[in-house]
């Protein structure tokens, strides 16, 4: 099956983001399509290269981008949870004149319809939040 | 048609439970994750409701919860099946959506 | 709030979302950014139910003033909801009866359902959102 995930919550701060990973790397090991991951609200801050998590924890951040590698899911930052939280990307950061842009490899920030055309094209769309 | 409903909050933080169980409809299935899984141990206030609502919804578990809360499956609640990740998963493709009462 | 999609989605599959709403607005962002996401769905033509239960129907009480706590006062924003083909908005009696509310106390024509009512509403959906 097709499914997408949306995650509301950011790393660390609640275990959303941990299940969502165990989620979907389970759903992967089956066979299953992971169509979109999709974060909102906080979750947009699973998406910071800037993260420096102590080194006998889990790195939530870099987790989501080897998964992503490995397995060449779409990991979507949504725009305007992003602009409001400072989760920027090249382009964005030269759009609103920032000094840097702290993205994450393998994600990629866009709007809202991503979201809604994820719950169209998938069989089966799961939130995990809190 | 059945829905699956997953609840994340613990049950005596949070109304989720209890507004998941007021909704479900019967024949759906209930899966209690992250720390709602405490509302799946013998002993609590919460044993009578769940007992009667585990006559028309089929409630689950997730193990890998309940181990990282100290809690032993030999204590939840008879009824509640325990699943892991691979049995969520299952569990969102042999439903027709999930709402994720948070 | 993000710019609204001029182009129409037009890849012809139309699935019943249901986006659920719990929570009070203005004590965290979740009720706003939920309503973003309504607006921004419109644009894709699919059938579409918001529902309201516990402190969520909160959110589309009457007379909203944020301005002594200087936050953006979205719940006017309740209201264009019907200029984007999004009418069918939903309330659990139980919940209103237990915060003591009417529906003259709501800024929004709403459809009053019992809590079973919801329920099954619930079951037809093939995409249920929460935030």
């Not at chain 1, 949504?78 to 994450?104: F, M, P, Y």
């Not at chain 2, 006559?55 to 325990?82: H, W």
């Amino acid at each position: 099956m097709k499914i997408s995930v949306v995650l509301n919550e950011g790393p660390y701060q609640h275990q959303a983001a941990d299940t969502a990973y165990h989620f979907i790397r389970a759903a992967l090991a089956k066979g299953h399509e992971i169509f979109r991951v999709f974060f909102y609200h906080d979750g947009v801050n699973n998406g910071t290269r800037l993260t420096t998590p102590p080194q006998d924890d889990r790195n939530i951040v870099t987790r989501w981008s080897s998964l992503a590698e490995e397995h060449n899911l779409d990991l979507v930052v949504c725009v305007a949870a992003a602009q409001r939280r400072g989760i920027v990307d090249q382009s964005e950061a030269t759009r609103h004149g920032k000094d840097a842009d702290n993205i994450a490899p393998g994600f990629r920030i866009s709007g809202l319809g991503q979201l809604v055309e994820a719950g169209i094209e998938s069989d089966r769309l799961v939130v995990f939040g809190d | 048609m059945a829905l699956l409903h997953t609840v994340n909050k613990s049950p005596f933080e949070k109304n989720s439970l209890e507004t998941c169980l007021r909704i479900a409809v019967e024949g759906s299935s209930v899966l209690l994750i992250e720390d709602g899984v405490y509302g799946a141990m013998n002993g609590t206030s919460l044993n009578g409701a769940l007992s009667d609502a585990g006559n028309r919804l089929q409630f689950y578990v997730l193990g890998p919860d309940l181990k990282a809360r100290g809690l032993s499956e030999q204590d939840v609640m008879e009824g509640i099946e325990v699943v892991d990740y691979d049995g969520f998963v299952d569990l969102v493709v042999g439903h027709d959506a999930t709402h994720a009462c948070l | 709030m993000e710019d609204i999609p001029e182009e129409e989605y037009s890849g012809g599959v139309v699935k019943k979302f249901m986006y659920v709403n719990r929570r009070a607005p203005h004590g965290s962002i979740y009720a706003q950014e939920s309503l973003e996401v309504v607006l921004v769905g419109a644009a894709f033509e699919q059938d579409v139910s918001v529902v309201f239960l516990d402190d969520g129907v909160y959110q589309i009480r009457k007379d909203q003033d944020t301005s002594a706590i200087g936050t953006k006062n979205f719940s006017k924003t309740f209201r264009a909801l019907e200029m984007y083909d999004v009418e069918k908005l939903y309330v659990e009696k139980e919940s209103m009866q237990a915060r003591g509310m009417t529906e003259d106390d709501l800024n929004v024509p709403v459809e009053v359902k019992t809590s079973e009512e919801i329920g099954r509403l619930m079951e037809e959906q093939d995409v249920v959102l929460s935030f």
